[in-house]
Each structure stands twice: as structure tokens, then as C-alpha cells.
């Protein structure tokens, strides 16, 4: 381990001589940072696929009183739709003609004027949905606002309970958050599936679902890298994110398999329950519990890890840890993200990094989701774009550094509009389009990564998981402007989508200079953070070969 129990002297000599890369880490982080992220990456998304709203049309009845073919009777009693100046064979969602064919003899397939709202109710496609909640509620047409509503109050829900949660990990700690994080998640998408039929109780399900959705994965990323060397910390990071990429690869053919959105909905929360049973596994921060003075219980965890690690605790290190109180700091919750200027602009910096990289993946996730084809094949290719960058962003970080892959990934993203700009209106080749679109997934989803790891590394201990909050709390809120942007695109310009990707992107690259490097490099403490990266150039750039 490098060192002896005669030169410990401190938390982190202790640290050391327990392990920092032991059987504990290793299992704690292949349970929690990455099965668990599986689990929960499920639990969080499915209700994005339960509430897909299948193509539908008025139900019109009659056809059995004659000789017409389902798709004869649906285009004698349907309108069709022109989008974009473009016929399509798309018909009207919320229309039928006003006359009864049944009474015709022939199949003189005409189209009338009088055109009135439907009248019978709705028919759904089935061809990839059995059943979605919209379908099995009818929230089409005039009821449609329930779910653009409920996912409204799912985002309210995630930006309250990040703030509110995110401030709670650092003043009553990691364990406590993370256990109530999964809990709520669980608990709100099993109450989906009994209130969908009132919708108050409904909202208050998804309210309950969002509140945590964020915190669900902080809190064990924050508690993995807390007990991990400095160097793990990229790969940690990675094998988060690619535990939510595989979860978002994992969920789409699942719904395809059974089709129906209760069974579903159940099936893909209960697994995140499995994960209490490692029960010892869930430790405080130990790191945390000397930030806030608490040396009985942080040698108390300590003991859990040297005794999975097969380390040994001197005599002494109750003596030790009690001798290093200068780690207790008072803080002031996300003011003190503002306590000197120095850290009021790398948080303002960073911040606007996390708010540029959300809202830039979120626009390309709803812009993508709207090519035809099989939906959930379509999911599973979003997220399979992901996994690439994911590996590429560690590899990235370790070797260049933190900022640099940060401005890097931020320059590929205005790159990857620029000609995407140019053919997404023209007769281009669609696997040209295709492409360019891939490559700035994949950018884009470099930048999430990268951020989100500059995010942890950032902040001192006792302001780690706030720090966090108020990036992923501001990212969030402002992502609400995302689908406004893919509508612009499809009712006004298909360039106007990625004229903003790559302003933003402009924005991200900037504010990504103006951050100091954190690779092998974090603030312990407050004060530390205060001066973090003063007497460092601010375009300096730290590259190794390690």
C-alpha cells in the first residue's frame, strides 16, 4: 500500500493503508455505478415509452355493414393531413367526415367538406403498441395536454428535488439520500399504474417518480468516488454512464416483448429493489463523515472497507482521526458555491457548460426520436451511439485532460452542425445526413460525459453534491426549452435546431477555457476551492501519456 501504520498520521494515510482500489471499491462500484444505473436507468425512462401515443384516428363505426377493407373505410371517413406543404398519407388525428357510408352501395372513395371532431372514440395503431397509457385513457386530441402536462411536472419535480435533495447529501449525508432516492422512484412508478384512470393522483405519481430521478444516481457516483483513488475517478464516471446506456438499450425491446404498459411499467422499476440486499455494501462517505467532524461513525465505515478490502486498522486510528478535525467546514448550502469570486466563475462556468451540454443532447434525443421506422429499434440506436463516446471521454480525460476534452468535445459540436446546415434541406444522400447526425451524437454526448465528471471534481467534499445539484438543477430547468426548439424545426425551419446546437456549442467551448484543469487536481476543502486554479495559466493545457 505504500504505507506503514507507524507513518499514518491522517485521514487520507489511513485511507491509503485501508485501500483505495480494493475488493470494496471494485464491488461497490460494479453494484451501484453500474447495475444499479442499469436498473434505475430503466425505472426512470420507462415512462417516456408507456406514454407514447401511437398513431390513431376517429373510430367511425359501420364498416361491418359493408364490403369496405379497414383501410378503404378509414380513408372514405378520415381526412388526410398535409404537413409542410408536403401530402403525405398521414390521416387527421381528431376528424372525421360528418356522414355515414355505411348507407353507400359502392366504393366510390370521395372526400367531403363536412368535417366534424370524432364522434365514437379512437382507434390506435397496434403495430409496435398493444397499449400505452394515452391509448388506454384516450389523452388524444383534446385530452392531449395530460401528457405533455405530466412530463411537465416530472421536470418541475426533478429540478425541485435535485436543489432540495442535492443540498440534503452534503448536510445529513450520502446514505440517507441515495436509499430514499430509490425508493421514491419505485414507489411513484408503481403508482402509475393504479391512477391513471384519476388524473390528480396521476400527476402526484409522477411528481413522486421525478422528485429523486437525478439523486438516484448521485448520490452512489458521489459516495464511489469518495473511497476510490483520484485516478478512477474518469473511470467511475464511465461506467455510470454506461450503465445508463445500456439500461436506455435494454428498456425499448422489453415494452416490444410485452406490449402493454402496466406489466411493463412494474417490471422494469421492481428490479432497483434488488439492490438493498447488498445491504452492507451502502456505506456513508467516510470522507463526508470527517467533513462534518463525525470520526466514530467515518472510522466505523472505514472498518466495513478494510474488512471486505482484507486491510488492517492500527490501534491508533481512532486517536488519528480524531486529531484531524480541520476538515470540519461550515457551509452555507449553494451560497457558498459564490463565497469568493475565484469559485463563484468556475461554478457560473461550469454551470453553463451543464446547461449547454443537457439541453443539446436532450434537443437531439426528441429531434431523432421523430424518425420513422420502428420506435423502439430507433431508441435502441440512440443509445448505442452513446456508448463509443462514453469510452472515448475517459480514454479522452485520463490522457488530455478534463478541460481539454471539455472545449474539444464543444468545437466537434459546432463542427458537426456545420454541414448538416448545408444538406438536411437538400438532396443529399440520407446516409450523409445520417452520418453528420451520428457524429454529433456523439459529441454532444462527449461533452455530458466530460462535464459531468468535471462537475464532481470540482467542488470540496463538504460541496460536492450540492455543487452538482445546482448544475444538473439548472441544466434541467432550462432544458425545458428543448422541445420548443425541435418544434421550431419542424414547423418553421429544419436548420433552426441545429443553428442553436452549435451556438450553444460556441458557448460551451468558452466557458469550458475559462475552467481550470481538475484531473489529479481537486479542492479538499472550502478554502482550497476558493483559490482553485489561481496560479494556474487559464488556457493551459496538461497532457501526459498516463
Known sequence: MGQTENSIQS??????????????????????????????SMANINIVIAMSVPDHWCKVPGQNLTNYTKEEWRRVNIPISEINGRTKTIYHKCSMYGYNVSNQDSKDLKYFSNITDCRYGWEYDKTWFQETIPSSENWVCSESLKVSNTFAVMRIADVLG???CGQLGDVIGRKP????????????????TVTSTYYPLFLVAAFTAGFTSYTAYQAPLVIGMEISREKDKAYIAMLQNVGRTVGLCILP??????????????MSSLPCLLFFIPYRYIIESPRWLMSKGKSTKSLKAIKTIAKI?????PEDAAYILRSTPATKETTYGAMSLFSSWRMAKNTTCLVICWVV?????????????????NPFLNFVYQGAIELPAIVLGRHFS?????????????????????????????????????TCVVFLKFAIMLSYYVVGLQSVEMYPTCLRQTGIAVGGLSASALATLAPYVVHLGTSVDERYPY??????????????????????????????????GKYKKSFEISVTSK
Open 11 to 40: 485521514f487520507d494515510d489511513l485511507m491509503e493503508l485501508v485501500g483505495k482500489n480494493g475488493t470494496f471499491q471494485k464491488r461497490f462500484n460494479l453494484i451501484f455505478n453500474f447495475a444499479l444505473v442499469v436498473c434505475i
Open 162 to 164: 435535485t436543489f432540495i
Open 177 to 192: 439520500i441515495f436509499v430514499v432516492s430509490v425508493l421514491l422512484v419505485v414507489i411513484g412508478n408503481l403508482v402509475f
Open 253 to 266: 425491446p422489453f415494452m416490444w416483448l410485452i406490449g402493454h404498459w402496466k406489466p411493463f411499467m412494474v
Open 309 to 313: 478490502n482484507g486491510s488492517t486498522i
Open 357 to 373: 451540454s443537457f439541453t443539446t443532447y436532450l434537443i437531439m434525443t426528441l429531434n431523432i426520436s421523430n424518425v420513422e421506422g
Open 398 to 434: 485520463d490522457r488530455i485532460g478534463r478541460k481539454l476534452t471539455n472545449v474539444g468535445s464543444f468545437i466537434a459540436t459546432v463542427l458537426g452542425c456545420i454541414p448538416i446546415l448545408f444538406i438536411v434541406k437538400g438532396s443529399s444522400s440520407e446516409w450523409i445526413l445520417i
Open 499 to 532: 443553428i442553436i446546437i452549435a451556438g450553444l456549442g460556441a458557448l460551451g467551448s468558452v466557458c469550458g477555457l475559462l475552467l481550470p484543469e481538475t484531473r489529479h487536481n481537486s479542492p479538499d476543502t472550502l478554502e482550497e476551492a476558493k483559490s482553485f
